[in-house]
Nanobody
Framework: QVQLVESGGGLVQAGGSLRLSCAAS????????MGWFRQAPGKEREFVAT????????LYADSVKGRSTISRDNAKNTVYLQMNSLKPEDAAVYYC??????????????????WGQGTQVTVSS
């Protein structure tokens, strides 16, 4: 089992940047594919980005591609989401998640086994 704790959210002006972090407990962090998802009020949860075990493969939602970078530091059991050129529509609660399986569909939230509690990102226009 793994516990995930997100941090780094906050209020930022449009065009600004934030780096979200997700710290994982346990000694098996490298066994998990990690993902970031977000949910805005009144909307369904949506995929943001995912990274494989070693960090060599990433996937991004079209909505954040080119503006965001997912990375991981396996020595620190931490995954990051660097977000630049933030837009008001990026405002949401951001969740990190861990999956034990490689399915080829890592954009699907239902394939993730563990979730953090979320961190709020607010973007002012």
């Amino acid at each position: 089992q793994v516990q995930l704790v997100e941090s780094g959210g906050g209020l930022v002006q449009a065009g600004g940047s934030l780096r979200l972090s997700c710290a994982a407990s346990g000694r098996t962090f490298t066994m998990y594919i990690m993902g970031w998802f977000r949910q805005a009020p009144g909307k369904e949860r949506e995929f943001v980005a995912t990274i494989n075990w070693g960090g060599g493969s990433t996937l991004y939602a079209d909505s954040v591609k080119g503006r965001s970078t997912i990375s991981r530091d396996n020595a620190k059991n931490t995954v990051y989401l660097q977000m630049n050129s933030l837009k008001p529509e990026d405002a949401a609660v951001y969740y990190c998640a861990a999956s034990r399986r490689s399915s080829g569909s890592e954009y699907r939230g239902d394939l993730y086994d563990y979730w953090g509690q979320g961190t709020q990102v607010t973007v002012s226009s």
